[in-house]
């Protein structure tokens, strides 16, 4: 099942219109972070993060999810990001280096975003793709993590660069809050919930 790739936005667009790409005004990252895009023959290929954002360019990226029983932690993203800063999220999110090993990526930065370290599993492979605003496109293949935390003991360390802040919510209650706010969600968490409605991510 790993291996297979799961496409949840099918009638999407593959990346932002000529307008939109000349709208962003977005400098590339300093220092550059380079990611890997992946080419129409799967292999993959530095490309600076910025860059695949406004070109909309096809990446690896990865979604960390930690549950307490029915509860999913998230986040709400701190307001300086440089996309959907102030919306919620699940856990953690972010992209691998270019060269890094996936499950190192997924330690790395739940450290960096949570000071939270876990044992994580990997459960599946996902593609969508979506406007998240300000010109910027994500088109990602998402590697999906799962851990089993006490949210009574799991320790954190908020970096406020990164993350707001935390809370739990079961399935019920979020698909609650989806609908009513939209807008306080980023598209990937939608697309997410939308299609895994009881969070068996």
């Not at 005004?25 to 023959?41: E, R, V």
């Not at 709400?76 to 990001?81: E, F, G, H, S, Y």
Request: negative net charge; aromatic residues 8%; proline residues 5%.
């Amino acid at each position: 099942m790993l291996d297979d790739v799961l496409y949840l936005t099918p009638d999407a667009a593959d990346g932002p219109d000529i307008d939109a790409q000349s709208s962003c005004t977005l400098a590339p990252s300093d220092p550059a972070i380079m990611i890997p895009g992946i080419s129409a023959d799967g292999t993959l290929f530095p490309i600076e993060k910025i860059e695949a954002h406004i070109k909309g360019v096809h990446h690896l990226a990865l979604s960390v999810f930690i549950f307490d029983g029915d509860e999913l932690l998230i986040q709400r993203r701190a307001d300086c990001k440089y996309h959907c800063g102030g919306q919620w999220a699940n856990t953690c999110c972010t992209h691998p280096h270019m060269g890094e090993d996936i499950h190192d990526a997924v330690a790395r930065r739940l450290d960096e975003e949570l000071g939270i370290a876990i044992d994580t599993q990997a459960k599946r492979i996902v593609e969508y793709s979506a406007d998240v605003g300000n010109g910027l496109w994500e088109r990602e293949r998402v590697h999906m993590f799962r851990a089993e935390a006490d949210k009574h003991t799991l320790d954190y360390d908020l970096n406020p660069d990164e993350v707001a802040e935390i809370r739990w919510i079961k399935a019920i209650d979020l698909h609650q809050e989806i609908m009513d706010t939209p807008e306080k969600f980023t598209p990937w968490f939608r697309i997410y919930v939308s299609k895994f409605p009881e969070l068996d991510f």
